[in-house]
């Protein structure tokens, strides 16, 4: 189907439209935040994978779980510097330090 890489790009925009308009809808956007995961992992969509992580990160974050939120950004930071995509490895790496900075701060 050439229009598989579709429902993963749909599912991560639904995941992010909840996050940023509805925080109480955090376990919905997680569910379809995953749904996208998976599509851009069985279609070998690797930059789209490294979105998807970021956005698990932030969801993570959002749910006050910082170790999970690093785990999804370093998971992000590897595959956007595979992929060479250095304004998302950029964002990625922000983040990733703004998280341990956080932690360190406990």
């Known amino acids: 189907n050439k229009y598989r890489g579709f429902a993963g790009w749909i599912a991560e925009d639904i995941a992010e439209i909840l996050l940023r308009r509805d925080p109480g809808r955090l376990a919905e ?45 370093a998971q992000a930071v590897a595959i956007f510097q595979e992929c060479g995509a250095e304004g998302y490895l950029k964002k990625a790496k922000k983040e990733w330090i703004h998280q341990a900075s956080l932690s360190m701060e406990k």
């Open 29 to 73: 956007a997680q569910a379809w935040a995953e749904k996208a995961l998976n599509h851009h992992r069985e279609n070998g969509m690797r930059l789209l994978l490294g979105r998807d992580y970021l956005l698990l990160a932030e969801l993570a974050k959002a749910r006050g779980t910082p170790e999970s939120a690093r785990d999804r950004l």
